[in-house]
């Protein structure tokens, strides 16, 4: 019998969720008290403060709320540049909102409002990577 | 039974790109303030500062380094950090320790050095200040965290970039007034328009420039303020409040709920109203901050501040002025001093030395002041002496 613990019980909560993400997936937690459900990287939950909460992979796919196309990137963006967005997207058949790098977006007009897209991967350098879907 | 708290004396230096050390920025506010408040180094019993980026100049743990240069180094100091609202939270921490009875007089410093970063590293500084693993990680900027804000309001309130444009004309109207402003230039709306995209939809002049720059205040109980002969201010609201670290958590993006629940608490101990408040200082590092602002902190109905503002009620000369110093608009934004910034200006404003950009019959007065895009927030309420 293998006294290794197993990895998987012993990632922190963001190791989760990049794993999940890394699936196409946003890991969420939904509170067994209240049924309130958020990001799997919050601990308590935010609504009721009750601790007993469930894991769950939602499938990453959504509607863009709200995103903008910056100029200036941040130090480690650079070789994107002007042309990503950084997105918030509405977790479809949930109330839970996301935000992530769509690469490829170079003007208001490549992203109506409503567009939808799915999360990619979770990328070493630039974080949640999303696609957009036609 | 807590005590009253007054603020005796204030000073600021200019704000914009300054040369020299930060240390010596926060020393020329400091000294500013206690001679305006007439005491001696002697008399202060504690030194609260705040600041963001020292490190970039070489100096963290700031509190005992300026209190020792103010020749009181066995005075106790405590440096605050809360990004953009690090001035008033600090400034709140300054105020119940006064109101609790431990101290009599305190420094309030609040200093900032960030130009000789440049535009990049700087940038990359401020994204530090969001919830990096959901917004700064995924290569958001602030300028864009707040375009996004402001994407979101516009559709949700049939609001446009013109709109927007407004905030900035008139603050700039208000900085070309203040000699200690960052930006002094008066603009047009075709300018901001014209200006180059920083993040979309937001432009140039919808942004707030980085900025250097110190302002202090010195705080008492109300027996030390008038044992001094000496006019002051009283603080008779304030407020703290948290949202959301990240703009995803919101269930409404058009709203800051650290603002409103600060606001609330502050009218609540004042015992006044929104329609009480006779000028307001509040956090306009982005145009549509200030157009959430003012309806959140009660002036205007939700998704009807941007027609307010093109109609003039927050001009020096409207309904409710705001930000008559010019903002951190045009005043400028040294993101450690800003929220004590804001108190200097309502000082002088109720102490005779505002000059051109006073606001007539202003005796009571609000600032309004964020961390990031407003997970803490602290709103004070002030009243004129006489």
């Known amino acids: 019998m293998s006294s290794q613990p197993n990895r998987q019980q012993t990632l922190s909560s963001r190791e989760k969720f990049i794993a999940s993400a890394n699936k196409g997936k946003i890991l969420s937690n939904k509170c067994l008290k209240c049924g309130h459900i958020m990001v799997g990287t919050i601990y308590y939950c935010e609504r009721c403060h009750g601790s007993e909460l469930q894991s769950t992979e939602l499938e990453g796919s959504g509607k863009v709320v709200t995103y903008t196309i910056q100029a200036v990137a941040p130090e480690g963006f650079n070789e994107v540049g002007k042309s990503y967005a950084w997105v918030v997207f509405r977790l479809d058949n949930t109330e839970l909102k996301v935000s992530g790098i769509l690469i490829g977006i170079k003007s208001p007009a490549d992203l109506p409002l409503g567009s939808k897209v799915k999360v990619e991967s979770f990328d070493p350098k630039y974080g949640l990577k999303l696609q957009k879907l036609q | 039974m807590t005590n009253r708290v007054c603020v005796l004396g204030a000073g600021s230096t200019r704000y914009g790109k300054l040369d020299e050390n930060i240390i010596e920025i926060a020393l020329a506010a400091s000294r500013d303030a206690i001679s305006s408040a007439g005491i001696s180094p002697g008399d202060i019993q504690a030194g609260y500062i705040s600041n963001v980026f020292g490190v970039t100049d070489k100096q963290v743990h700031m509190a005992p380094v300026i209190m020792s240069n103010l020749g009181i180094p066995y005075v106790p100091g405590l440096t605050i950090e809360s990004a953009c609202g690090s001035g008033s939270i600090m400034f709140r921490e300054a105020y119940a320790n006064i109101a609790a009875g431990f101290y009599d007089c305190v420094l309030a410093l609040g200093v900032e050095k960030i130009t000789h970063t440049g535009t990049i590293q700087s940038t990359t500084l401020f994204s530090y200040c969001s919830d990096f693993f959901y917004e700064g990680g995924n290569g958001a900027s602030f300028p864009g965290l707040f375009a996004s804000i402001a994407r979101n309001y516009m559709a949700t309130h049939k609001a446009n970039e013109e709109d927007l444009a407004y905030v900035a004309v008139k603050n700039h109207e208000n900085g070309i007034l203040n000699p200690k402003a960052h930006v002094r230039k008066e603009i047009t709306v075709d300018d901001v328009l014209k200006s180059p995209v920083v993040a979309s939809p937001l432009k140039l002049y919808d942004c707030c420039p980085f900025s250097d ?174």
Request: aromatic share 6%.
């Open chain 2, 213 to 386: 720059g110190a302002s202090a205040v010195i705080l008492c109980n109300e027996a030390f303020a008038k044992k001094s002969n000496r006019q002051y201010v009283e603080v008779i609201g304030s407020g703290r409040g948290a949202s959301p670290a990240a703009v995803q958590g919101r269930d409404d993006i058009t709203t800051i709920p650290s603002t409103v629940n600060a606001a609330n608490q502050a009218y609540k101990m004042a015992g006044i109203t929104p329609k009480d408040i006779d000028f307001a200082e509040v956090h306009d590092c982005f145009t549509i901050a200030e157009i959430i602002d003012i309806e959140d902190l009660g002036f205007f109905q939700k998704g009807t501040a941007a027609r307010a503002v093109r109609e003039g009620a927050t001009r020096r000369n409207g309904e409710i002025p705001i930000n008559p110093s010019g903002g951190l608009k045009s005043k400028g934004h040294p993101i450690g001093a800003t929220g004590v910034g804001q108190v200097v200006e309502v000082f002088e404003q109720f102490t005779g030395k505002a000059g051109e950009r006073t606001v007539k019959n202003g005796e009571i007065a609000l600032t309004h002041n964020f961390g990031a895009t407003g997970a803490s927030a602290a709103v004070h309420i002030f009243k004129k002496v006489e």
